[in-house]
C-alpha cells in the first residue's frame, strides 16, 4: 500500500492553489447564470399624487371652452383622472394638451334637485403622455357660460384604476326633519345655518400600495360651507365659497394606503346636504 502510494504525483502547495482558482472561474459563472434566471420581478415604484389643480367658473360668468391652468406632469407613467360638473348640455368629453385618450368611468350622475339641469361625470387616461404646461379643456356646447367645475388630478406611477366606488349619499328622514327645525330657529335669531351631516362614500379594494382619491360634490344651493373628510384623508383641492352668482362646489381628497385592503371615507359637510361622491384607487401596473 505504501509503495503504490508513493509511486502518486506529488503537488505543490501552488499547484493546488491553481487548480482551485480554475475551479471557482469555472463554477462562477454557473451561478450567476443560476440567478439571472430566478425571474425576481424588479421592485415597483408605488403610484403616487403628482400634479393637480381646479378649474371653476361661475354660474353666467363662463366660457367655451372651459380650460384649466397649466400643470407640468410626468412624461410618461402617470393616469390622470378628471371630473366634469355643470350643465347636462355642456356633454363633450374632456380633450388634453397632450392627446390622451379618454375613458369615462361609470354613467352622468344627475343632481338632485335641478330638473335634471346639472350633472357630474368622471374620466380617465390610463399610461397617459405629459409635460409642461398640460392642460385640459371641455367645450360647452349648451351653455357656454354656464358654471362648470373641473378637478384635473395627476397620479404618478399608476398604471391602472384597481377599484372604483360611486354613491350619492343624502340626509335621511330624520336628518332632514331635524335640520329643517335648526334652521327655522337659528333663522329666527338671526344666525347662521350650522347644520351638518356624514356622508360616506362606497368602498373599493386593493391589493397593494396605492393612492386613493375621494371627490364630493355637494348639491345644496347654498354659498359658503365646509366639506372635511375622515378616514385618513387629506383635502388638495377645494372650491367651497361660491360667488353671489353660484357654482358647483367641490372637493378634492387623497390618502396613500401602503398595503392590500379594503377602504372608504366619511365627509362632514355643513350646512347639512347631499353629496355626489366618487372613491378611485390607482394602483402600479
Not at 139 to 161: D, M, R
Not at 244 to 271: F, L, R
Request: glycine share 10%; with cysteine.
Amino acid at each position: 500500500m505504501h509503495a503504490r502510494l508513493s509511486s502518486l504525483p506529488v503537488r505543490s502547495p501552488s499547484a493546488h492553489r491553481v487548480l482551485l482558482a480554475t475551479f471557482l472561474a469555472m463554477a462562477l459563472p454557473v451561478c450567476a447564470t443560476a440567478a439571472i434566471d430566478d425571474g425576481v420581478p424588479p421592485m415597483q415604484t408605488p403610484p403616487t399624487l403628482g400634479a393637480h389643480t381646479m378649474l371653476n367658473q361661475s354660474e353666467g360668468e363662463g366660457s367655451s371652452p372651459a380650460v384649466t391652468s397649466a400643470i407640468h406632469t410626468q412624461d410618461s407613467g402617470s393616469s390622470l383622472l378628471v371630473l366634469v360638473a355643470g350643465h347636462a348640455d355642456n356633454s363633450a368629453d374632456p380633450t388634453d394638451s397632450y392627446d390622451n385618450t379618454w375613458k369615462r368611468v361609470g354613467e352622468p350622475v344627475t343632481y338632485n334637485g335641478y330638473d335634471g339641469r346639472f350633472n357630474a361625470r368622471a374620466f380617465i387616461a390610463i399610461g397617459a403622455h405629459g409635460g409642461k404646461r398640460h392642460t385640459v379643456q371641455v367645450l360647452k356646447a349648451g351653455s357656454p357660460n354656464g358654471e362648470i367645475t373641473i378637478p384635473f388630478i395627476e397620479i404618478a406611477h399608476a398604471g391602472k384604476l384597481q377599484d372604483v366606488a360611486q354613491n350619492y349619499p343624502t340626509p335621511g328622514v330624520t336628518a332632514r326633519a331635524a335640520n329643517k327645525l335648526t334652521r327655522a330657529w337659528q333663522g329666527m335669531l338671526g344666525g347662521s345655518d350650522t347644520t351638518s351631516t356624514l356622508l360616506s362614500s362606497g368602498t373599493v379594494t386593493t391589493t397593494g400600495p396605492a393612492t386613493l382619491v375621494a371627490v364630493w360634490l355637494g348639491e345644496a344651493y347654498i354659498y359658503n360651507m365646509s366639506a372635511v373628510p375622515g378616514d385618513g384623508f387629506k383635502v388638495i383641492d377645494s372650491y367651497l365659497h361660491l360667488p353671489p352668482n353660484s357654482g358647483v362646489q367641490c372637493a378634492v381628497a387623497i390618502k396613500q394606503v401602503d398595503k392590500a385592503g379594503t377602504y372608504s371615507v366619511t365627509w362632514n359637510d355643513s350646512p347639512a346636504q347631499g353629496a355626489i361622491l366618487w372613491l378611485f384607487a390607482f394602483q402600479a401596473p
